[in-house]
Every structure is written in C-alpha cells, then in structure tokens.
C-alpha cells in the first residue's frame, strides 16, 4: 500500500468522479446530496466494473471445477479473501469468513460458538448502544439456552459508561460484544482497551465493525480482538456479503453454522465431516461477484488510504455538528466531536423524523429517519427516533451547508 | 410549499382534534409502523344500534399518520359500525386529499389497520403492506 496522503489532503473532486450515482438527479434539476452511507455507501465505477467483467468473463462456481472459468473464478475469489484479510490486518487469509451480511456473522457466532460454549446462566456482556444485530441475536440464545445478558450502559452524552465495566466483568462473563463505532451517535469506543479488559476477566470480544471498518483504519492483531464483523456494502462494497474475523483457533474449534455443499469434507448417507475453516463455515455458493467486487472496494480504500478517510470524515462531523447547532429547534444526539464520526443524528423541534427527512428529500438531501435498528438506545433518550446524516470520503462541506439550509425549510413549514 | 404538506395535515399533527383514550370503552386498538416506529391507538364508544358515539386516538408518529388518524376518528364518529367496517385505502386518500408515495402510504394507513384491527378483531386485519396494495 502506498504511502496515505495526509488529513485534509483528499482529492474529493476525483473521488467524486468515481462514483456515477452522484450525478444523478433525484428531481428535476435537483442533484442528489447523499447523506446516507451509514445505511449504505454508493460504489465506485472500480467496484461496479469488477462484478460486471467477472460476469462477462469469468462467470463460474468455484472450487472442485477444473475447467478455466472455474479455475479463474476460485481463484479471483481466494484473492479477494487475501485482501479483506490484509485489510484488517488478519494474521491468515484463513481467518475470514464470507457471509450474507455483518449480522448473519454475529448470528454465526451466537449459533456456532454460543450453542457450543455457553450454558444455562453464563453471562454476555453487550452495550446498551448496540444495532438490533449484535442484541437479538443473542436474545435468541438467551431464551434458548438460558445465558443472561448484561449491558454496559451509555451515558447522557452518549459515551459508554467505563465506569461500570469492572462490575460487569466481576461476574465472569463469557463474551463481550460491543460496537466499535455506533450508528446512531457515532461514537467511537475504546475498542482495544475493552477487549483487553475483556481478556484479563477471561471472557472473549466480538466487535460489531459495521460502521468502524469502513471509516477507520482496523488492525484486528493490534486489537487482539477475538471476532469482528462487517458489512461489504457499507464500505464501497457490494450488497448480500458480510465478513466474519475469527481468530483460526476459535474458528477451528467452533461447529459448522449452516449445512450443505462446500461445508464439508466428506458425507455419508447419516454423517458428514467438516470442511476445513473458512470453507466450513460457507456452506453453498457464496456471493462470487459481490466479494470479487469487495475486493476492488478495499483496492479502493487502500489507493485513498484509510488514515486520509478518517480524518476527513471525522473533520466532516465536526463540522456537520457546528452547522447543525446553529439550527433553532436542532438537538443533536451523541457525544462532541472529539469522541466521534462519521454520523449525526437530530430531532427538529415540532416535527417529526419521518417529516424532516421527506422535506430534506425534496432538496435533493438523503437522510434517514427512524430509530436505525437501535430500539433500546432510543428508548434510552426518550425518543421514538432520530434523523441521522452520515458522511464519507465522497461528501463535501457544501453538501452540509445544503441539508442546513434544508432544515430551514422545514423550519418554515413546521414553524 | 407543496401538496404532501397542506394546511390541514400540519394544523392537524400540531393541533389534533381528537387526540386522547377513552376509559372506559367498547373497542380499543393499537399497532405499530415498524419502518419508522409510528404508532397509533384507537379508542372507540358504540351504543346499542352499533352506532360510533365517540372516538379518540394516541400515539407519536409523523406528520402523515398522526393527522390521518386525527381525521380519520373524526369521520367514524356518528358512523355505523358496518360502515366503519367498509372503509378503505380510497377513503384515507380522499380524506387527505394528498398523494403519496409507496413509503408515505404506510403512515397515512396505519390509523385505518388499527381501526380495523379494533373493530373486526386481530385476525381478519391485512398487514400494512396488504392495505398499501388493496
């Protein structure tokens, strides 16, 4: 990887000339601001065109064939797996597991691992700021199996209570699986530290990395973090691919998660044997394209360098939240700049969520409202929901001054 | 500004007519919109001849569902229950004089699935995607 430019040194305008979708008009001579890729980013022509020559001209299922496409199609597949694993700085190519999204991988280790290590009473330590995806999962283990689960709580400025971790991790808890950026509120956690308190009280970490990984840089060795999750769609990527992190030797130890073809070694008419990792845990075809396409993203990101991204989303949500104070009626939820990225979730005094985002829509800017699968975290705040702006490596200061500027038209029609 | 925003549909959502829960009553009913979390409650009063004699509604949401179920008790009330009973996606439409969109449309109907679920019982009630499509 070349050396990363410094902060403040993106070339926005040559990013921009990437991505075709940023052109398009979402009303008559209304260009599209958008302010959504905590939902999901848009793609570069490079990722676009990675799917589309695999279609054209290498279009095969991959491994046991021994013809060419599907010798190229394994291959181009295997080298994708390469990347993502460089990327975060996985030890092994082995160690990464393609799945259908990042809460597929969470559900992969809270059936896999959880089924196998975790008994009646044993405890699961998650955050109260937790996506639906790293908390239902494992409410669903805990009606099965009956795990009790805990939380460390979030506080008024939407930081995690650290404080309260000691007492959490006195009673011994098995795993503890915590966001490593939130969607909601953007906050950054003290990932490494968490997971090394969460060692020393003999429990392992899963890190949910659905927001972290595309705007951070992530060495999950540096981390010593036990699994980490992501999603290939929030990070340049196509849709319908997740990644799981394991560590080889949990991954290893762990059972299968689904059954079928690829899975396994060998299978008789009453037993199989299993695959080896990560083939074990990608039963059926996988996503071909998608990760060949998620290849070329993190071909992407690697070219703009992930050190240059960060600091210019982080310097776009400081700036987002200095712009949005200004705003009468604008409550911004979160901690200050200096504890986040990426994202900025708001109410509107008088109107509803719902509302700002559709008059935010008539001027072009994309937003989402609503409570962003984070139930708990909005009940916590005492609100039903939120809208929430994301930024990345392609959104411009302008672009923020256009959705401030938006929200003075619902000023006025709200009053 | 535009048509999704008439008057009425903002005088409405800040100051509802008909906001609040009657207690007691002979039929009550709430649900929720999972994509945006709106919700809405219905309290309904009928006297012997099935005849609607007053009606409130409850909840947070935005603009579009809470002022669609503000008009919406104020249109069953004096109405016969069978009456109640045929009213439909058209009905809503007209009521708000707006168009809406696929996604604006669950708002605007999810006061009438509770009205439904309210007077015909949990299971004769079509999900909000089957009232969108009717």
């Given at each position: 990887?070349?050396?990363?430019?410094?902060?403040?040194?993106?070339?926005?305008?040559?990013?921009?000339?990437?991505?075709?979708?940023?052109?398009?008009?979402?009303?008559?001579?209304?260009?599209?601001?958008?302010?959504?890729?905590?939902?999901?980013?848009?793609?570069?022509?490079?990722?676009?065109?990675?799917?589309?020559?695999?279609?054209?001209?290498?279009?095969?299922?991959?491994?046991?064939?021994?013809?060419?496409?599907?010798?190229?199609?394994?291959?181009?597949?295997?080298?994708?797996?390469?990347?993502?694993?460089?990327?975060?700085?996985?030890?092994?190519?082995?160690?990464?597991?393609?799945?259908?999204?990042?809460?597929?991988?969470?559900?992969?280790?809270?059936?896999?691992?959880?089924?196998?290590?975790?008994?009646?009473?044993?405890?699961?330590?998650?955050?109260?700021?937790?996506?639906?995806?790293?908390?239902?999962?494992?409410?669903?283990?805990?009606?099965?199996?009956?795990?009790?689960?805990?939380?460390?709580?979030?506080?008024?400025?939407?930081?995690?209570?650290?404080?309260?971790?000691?007492?959490?991790?006195?009673?011994?808890?098995?795993?503890?699986?915590?966001?490593?950026?939130?969607?909601?509120?953007?906050?950054?956690?003290?990932?490494?530290?968490?997971?090394?308190l969460a060692h020393e009280a003999g429990a392992l970490a899963l890190i949910d990395g659905a927001q972290s990984v595309p705007h951070m840089p992530t060495d999950v060795q540096a981390l010593d973090v036990d699994f980490l999750v992501f999603s290939s769609h929030k990070m340049l990527g196509p849709t319908?691919?997740?990644?799981?992190?394991?560590?080889?030797?949990?991954?290893?130890?762990?059972?299968?998660?689904?059954?079928?073809?690829?899975?396994?070694?060998?299978?008789?008419?009453?037993?199989?044997?299993?695959?080896?990792?990560?083939?074990?845990?990608?039963?059926?075809?996988?996503?071909?394209?998608?990760?060949?396409?998620?290849?070329?993203?993190?071909?992407?990101?690697n070219a703009v360098g992930m050190d240059a991204i960060a600091a210019h989303d982080h310097e776009l949500t400081a700036y987002a939240l200095e712009r949005l104070e200004e705003v009468p009626g604008v409550r911004i939820f979160g901690p200050s700049a200096d504890h986040k990225s990426s994202n900025a979730?708001?109410?509107?005094?008088?109107?509803?969520?719902?509302?700002?985002?559709?008059?935010?829509?008539?001027?072009?800017?994309?937003?989402?409202?609503?409570?962003?699968?984070?139930?708990?975290?909005?009940?916590?705040?005492?609100?039903?929901?939120?809208?929430?702006?994301?930024?990345?490596?392609?959104?411009?200061?302008?672009?923020?001054?256009?959705?401030?500027?938006?929200?003075?038209?619902?000023?006025?029609?709200?009053? | 500004?535009?048509?999704?925003?008439?008057?009425?549909?903002?005088?409405?959502?800040?100051?509802?007519?008909?906001?609040?829960?009657?207690?007691?009553?002979?039929?009550?009913?709430?649900?929720?919109?999972?994509?945006?979390?709106?919700?809405?409650?219905?309290?309904?009063?009928?006297?012997?001849?099935?005849?609607?004699?007053?009606?409130?509604?409850?909840?947070?949401?935005?603009?579009?569902?809470?002022?669609?179920?503000?008009?919406?008790?104020?249109?069953?009330?004096?109405?016969?229950?069978?009456?109640?009973?045929?009213?439909?996606?058209?009905?809503?439409?007209?009521?708000?004089?707006?168009?809406?969109?696929?996604?604006?449309?669950?708002?605007?109907?999810?006061?009438?699935?509770?009205?439904?679920?309210?007077?015909?019982?949990?299971?004769?009630?079509?999900?909000?995607?089957?009232?969108?499509?009717?």
């Amino acid at each position: 990887m070349a050396a990363s430019p410094k902060a403040g040194t993106l070339d926005v305008n040559k990013i921009r000339a990437d991505f075709p979708i940023l052109d398009v008009e979402v009303q008559p001579g209304v260009k599209l601001v958008y302010l959504d890729s905590g939902a999901s980013s848009q793609k570069p022509v490079q990722v676009i065109e990675a799917m589309d020559r695999y279609y054209r001209h290498e279009n095969s299922n991959i491994h046991r064939g021994v013809h060419t496409l599907a010798e190229n199609a394994t291959e181009a597949y295997e080298i994708a797996r390469g990347k993502v694993a460089k990327f975060i700085n996985a030890a092994k190519p082995r160690e990464i597991v393609f799945t259908r999204n990042a809460t597929e991988a969470v559900n992969l280790v809270a059936f896999s691992w959880g089924r196998a290590n975790l008994k009646e009473g044993d405890l699961v330590v998650l955050t109260e700021m937790e996506h639906h995806a790293n908390l239902v999962p494992w409410q669903m283990l805990a009606a099965e199996k009956g795990i009790r689960l805990e939380f460390i709580p979030v506080t008024e400025d939407g930081l995690l209570d650290m404080a309260a971790l000691p007492d959490l991790l006195a009673q011994k808890p098995k795993l503890v699986g915590f966001t490593a950026m939130s969607n909601v509120l953007g906050t950054i956690t003290p990932a490494a530290e968490i997971v090394r308190l969460a060692h020393e009280a003999g429990a392992l970490a899963l890190i949910d990395g659905a927001q972290s990984v595309p705007h951070m840089p992530t060495d999950v060795q540096a981390l010593d973090v036990d699994f980490l999750v992501f999603s290939s769609h929030k990070m340049l990527g196509p849709t319908g691919l997740g990644v799981l992190y394991g560590k080889l030797a949990l991954l290893e130890a762990m059972p299968p998660f689904l059954g079928g073809g690829d899975m396994i070694k060998r299978v008789e008419l009453r037993s199989f044997t299993a695959n080896e990792v990560p083939q074990k845990f990608e039963a059926g075809t996988p996503a071909i394209a998608e990760v060949i396409g998620l290849g070329a993203a993190v071909d992407y990101l690697n070219a703009v360098g992930m050190d240059a991204i960060a600091a210019h989303d982080h310097e776009l949500t400081a700036y987002a939240l200095e712009r949005l104070e200004e705003v009468p009626g604008v409550r911004i939820f979160g901690p200050s700049a200096d504890h986040k990225s990426s994202n900025a979730s708001f109410t509107f005094e008088g109107a509803h969520p719902h509302d700002v985002a559709e008059i935010l829509n008539r001027h072009g800017v994309a937003t989402r409202a609503g409570h962003h699968c984070a139930m708990p975290l909005h009940n916590k705040f005492g609100i039903p929901s939120t809208t929430r702006a994301s930024f990345y490596l392609y959104n411009t200061k302008q672009e923020i001054d256009q959705l401030v500027e938006a929200l003075y038209k619902v000023k006025e029609i709200f009053g | 500004m535009d048509d999704l925003y008439r008057e009425v549909i903002i005088d409405r959502y800040q100051n509802p007519r008909f906001r609040g829960e009657l207690d007691p009553h002979d039929y009550s009913y709430q649900d929720d919109n999972p994509v945006c979390g709106d919700h809405v409650r219905i309290d309904l009063r009928v006297d012997e001849s099935e005849t609607v004699t007053e009606a409130k509604f409850s909840g947070d949401g935005c603009s579009i569902s809470q002022a669609s179920a503000d008009l919406l008790v104020e249109k069953i009330t004096g109405m016969k229950l069978e009456d109640v009973r045929k009213l439909g996606k058209a009905d809503i439409l007209e009521m708000l004089g707006i168009e809406l969109g696929p996604v604006r449309l669950k708002c605007a109907l999810l006061s009438l699935k509770v009205l439904k679920g309210g007077v015909y019982g949990l299971d004769d009630v079509m999900t909000l995607d089957e009232l969108a499509a009717s």
